[in-house]
């Protein structure tokens, strides 16, 4: 156990959240055999088997389990203690990792995240770019930004905005086919659907003060929300996105948006969540006062720092 460093602690909870030593090889950038001869030295170190191996998947024995947790509370306690140092420094630098989705980190996030490397040249930012929910202290994420999904594995968070969903089309389809100037005229027009997600297809207005939802089945339908949005890009048809990526592609030029007084869009918060160890950090208060740039847009009222029930709870 005396050879074990604190990074093969943070391999091993990598390791056990991802069930596989190819994934956290492509997240480290390094060859799946490196990944395992590292595996291999800290079972040796232990001198216990931590983990059942088949071709296709990882599991923790029991004594894997034990070790996971004493290798969270490990890195847990360097997270405080890093962090309580670090904030008693001006020095900003070190690593932040955000986990976000797709879509935001395209159309919110990566357009100006050289503001940040040009005021903080030190600090490093790596981006983990995918639609699934983190496991933030398993994956060591020290940002998590949701989007209409409520916060959990956390004690505190950040209210950056909301977003609703609204209905887009691209500038040079509104010009062969016409601009809809009423709900029922969208009955002539080519609509796109996500077959992913049966709600985004129930599309809300208020028709003379009074509510209404249309059902749409799609001229054209697709299987995520990325695709919808490509679609409405190259001129497929009328789509309802995300109207934090709609209007930042209307600030480009690339959409329009189409009956914007008729459309019930609806709010979701968009939240930062902070594992509550590490929220102190100066590279994590220039990190926040990033995203909240990036996010100024769509700030809520009441955009503050919210309580959130700790693991476990409600």
Request: include cysteine.
């Amino acid at each position: 156990m005396d050879n074990l460093t604190l990074d093969d602690f943070a391999l091993f909870a990598q390791i056990a959240a991802a069930h596989s030593f190819s994934t956290v090889a492509r997240e480290r950038n390094v060859a799946a055999s490196h990944v395992s001869r590292a595996m291999a030295r800290i079972e040796a170190a232990c001198g216990l088997r931590l983990a059942h191996r088949t071709t296709h998947s990882l599991s923790l024995t029991e004594e894997g389990e034990m070790f996971l947790e004493h290798a969270r509370r490990i890195l847990g306690e360097y997270a405080q203690l890093r962090d309580g140092f670090g904030g008693r420094s001006l020095h900003i630098g070190g690593t932040v990792r955000i986990s976000v989705s797709q879509l935001l980190a395209e159309y919110v996030l990566i357009p100006q995240l050289h503001l940040l490397s040009a005021q903080h040249p030190g600090l490093t930012v790596q981006l983990q770019v995918e639609d699934r929910v983190v496991d933030m202290a398993d994956e060591s994420i020290d940002i998590a930004i949701r989007a209409g999904v409520d916060p959990a594995q956390a004690s505190v968070a950040r209210s950056l905005g909301s977003h609703g969903r609204a209905l887009y089309a691209s500038p040079g389809y509104l010009r062969e086919h016409g601009t809809p100037v009423s709900v029922s005229d969208l009955a002539a027009h080519r609509l796109i659907s996500n077959a992913a997600t049966p709600a985004h297809n129930q599309w809300g207005f208020r028709v003379n003060g009074e509510p209404t939802t249309l059902s749409v089945k799609g001229q054209v339908q697709v299987n995520s929300s990325a695709s919808v949005i490509s679609l409405a890009l190259s001129g497929a048809g009328i789509a309802r996105m995300n109207d934090v990526v709609g209007q930042a592609l209307v600030e480009q030029r690339r959409l329009l948006p189409v009956l914007p007084q008729a459309v019930e869009r609806g709010s979701h918060p968009i939240f930062a969540v902070i594992l509550s160890t590490r929220h102190r950090a100066p590279k994590m208060r220039a990190t926040m006062d990033y995203l909240q740039t990036c996010f100024a847009p769509f700030v809520t009222p009441e955009g503050a720092t919210a309580a959130l029930p700790q693991p476990g709870g409600a």
